[in-house]
């Protein structure tokens, strides 16, 4: 399934369409109706879709708003506000046509003029966009028509359909891509299955059934509650006794304690989706690759997998990629060496070790997991962590994308070349190691516009070596991504991707409690 996910992309004049499968065809029609509670275990702080950074966030705009494609459960590509698209020969233009008939929730139509003005202000730096880097090598993008918009790209790109389901590639009314583009921070303006009816990023959002959504079908839901629960105890608590209906995101801990609870269903599924340390590789003493290479030796893969994901997870070995990935590369794991760091850390000018704060959010508090691990390991080799955990928006502000030492926590992406753009060429949205590497960037240039499979592979695995070799950040291990639901909640299913939800598709049995 993984081979094919990939080479859907490599019909490079092929037309690709959805159509329903025959299990689905013959399946009974879901119910329609009711109020869905689903929980987020941090606040949504930003529900403009072009800006959003987490979970919380994805969850809401994806309910609000509507991209060109979207990714199904299984990582195929399939349509959303496009209904087909094809490329040239090359691979370095494609052209997507638009469903007809679709309706911005204030009534205004949506058309390729939309379309254009959305990518060219993901694109515009000034703007801030993490999608910027995300949506493809674009140069261009035109519409042919109201309905036909041509991406034009500076390179072969083979990913394209999935680059344009990125998380902040939702589509908005150009009006407002184009003015008052702050607009959407505290109101919604979209195409989506779901409309806006109340916003309080702290404690609750809710949204109602958009009546003139694209498939008529769907969705099924009347109203969905997006409830904030910053206590993962209390959260796992309200699951239980049946005041929430789906808990988006599930720590092994709760998940351990709802495991067999009457009427809760837990839900697990492998992922590329990681916590790592982070080195600013253009700061003392993380600019010394030796310092970067010995604190990973000091590491014990296996314990981390134990104490960090609580067994639900696996081996990392300081790349993004794991065998979730098409194109990965199976490496030798690293595998603790104290003898070894010390060596490196005397090499490097620190013989007695040194000392440093590591700072990690307190969202999801797997990050604080790790960093005391980490403090414990790292001490054998000399080498003293202070750990500083700080609330998750403090962490944003303060530490995201400007410290040179601390926890991330990240998403598996579509394709490699969404997670290595995203975070570790030189152009990443989230430069946050400030590695830079022109070799590493020259393999990924190269990969993203490579139709040969075999050449693909071999570029991404000199890609996972150097970065093997170099460690920006040290990658111990990858997490299964885990949720929640009752019983009476039909649809629901657990994404790879841990940021799509497609809550459109849920409905609710006559099971479910009667909400006003």
């Known amino acids: 399934m993984l081979e094919m996910n990939r080479r859907r992309f490599l019909a490079g004049t092929a037309i690709f369409l959805a159509a329903p499968s025959l299990s689905f065809a013959q399946a009974a029609a879901p119910t329609k109706g009711g109020t869905l509670r689903i929980s987020i275990d941090q606040a949504a702080s930003v529900i403009h879709p072009l800006l959003t950074r987490v979970n919380p966030e994805y969850l809401v705009t994806e309910l609000l708003y509507s991209n060109l494609t979207r990714l199904k459960v299984d990582m195929t590509v399939e349509p959303d506000l496009a209904e087909s698209w094809s490329a040239n020969d090359d691979l370095t233009e494609w052209t997507f046509k638009l469903r007809s008939g679709i309706t911005f929730h204030d009534g205004s139509a949506m058309t390729s003029a939309d379309v254009v003005a959305t990518f060219k202000a993901i694109l515009d730096p000034k703007n ?152 600013g590789c253009d700061t003392k003493p993380f600019n010394d690759r030796r310092v970067r290479r010995a604190l990973a030796l000091t590491v014990d893969r296996k314990a981390m997998v134990d104490f960090v994901t609580e067994g639900f997870g696996t081996p990392g070995n300081d790349t ?144 996972q070596k150097l970065m093997n070799d170099e460690v920006p950040s040290i990658i111990p291990s990858f997490f299964d991504v885990l949720a929640a639901k009752r019983s009476w909640v039909e649809g629901f299913q657990v994404h790879p991707r841990a940021s799509v939800f497609r809550l459109d598709y849920v409905s609710l049995t006559d099971k479910a409690p009667k909400r006003s």
């Open 320 to 463: 993004p990629i794991n065998a979730s990935y098409h194109f990965y590369s199976d490496m030798p794991l690293r595998e603790a060496n104290i003898d070894e760091a010390k060596k490196l850390l005397a090499d490097a000018g620190y013989p007695d070790g040194f000392e440093a704060t590591l700072i990690a959010s307190d969202t999801p508090a797997v990050r604080t997991q790790l960093a005391v691990a980490f403090r414990e390991m790292a001490k054998e080799a000399g080498v003293k962590i202070n750990v500083q955990t700080m609330p998750h928006a403090t962490y944003l502000e303060q530490v995201w994308k400007k410290g040179s030492f601390y926890v991330g926590f990240y998403n598996m992406q579509p394709t490699e070349d969404g997670i290595f753009k995203l975070l570790y060429t030189s152009d990443a949205a989230w430069d946050e190691t400030r590695w830079n590497n022109k070799d590493f960037d020259k393999l990924i240039a190269s990969a993203r516009g490579t139709k040969d499979e075999a050449k693909r592979k071999d570029l991404y695995a000199q890609a």
């Open 128 to 279: 801030a966009s993490p999608g910027r880097n995300n949506v493809g090598p674009i140069t261009d993008i035109t519409a042919g028509d109201p309905s036909t918009v041509v991406f034009k790209l500076s390179g072969a790109y083979a990913d394209m359909p999935a680059a344009l389901a990125y998380t902040n590639a939702r589509i908005i009314p150009a009006s407002i891509a184009t003015g008052d583009f702050k607009k959407l921070s505290t109101e919604a303006n979209g195409t989506g299955p779901f409309k806006l009816v109340s916003y309080e990023p702290d404690r609750l959002i809710v949204v109602e059934r958009n009546p003139n959504y694209y498939d008529p079908a769907r969705p099924y839901l009347d109203r969905i509650e997006v409830q904030v629960f910053p206590d993962i105890s209390a959260e796992g608590s309200a699951m239980i006794a049946g005041d929430v209906d789906v808990m988006s995101t599930v720590q092994p801990t709760e998940y351990l304690r709802m495991q067999g609870s009457d009427g809760v269903d837990v839900l697990r599924v492998a992922s590329g989706q990681f916590c790592n340390i982070n080195f």
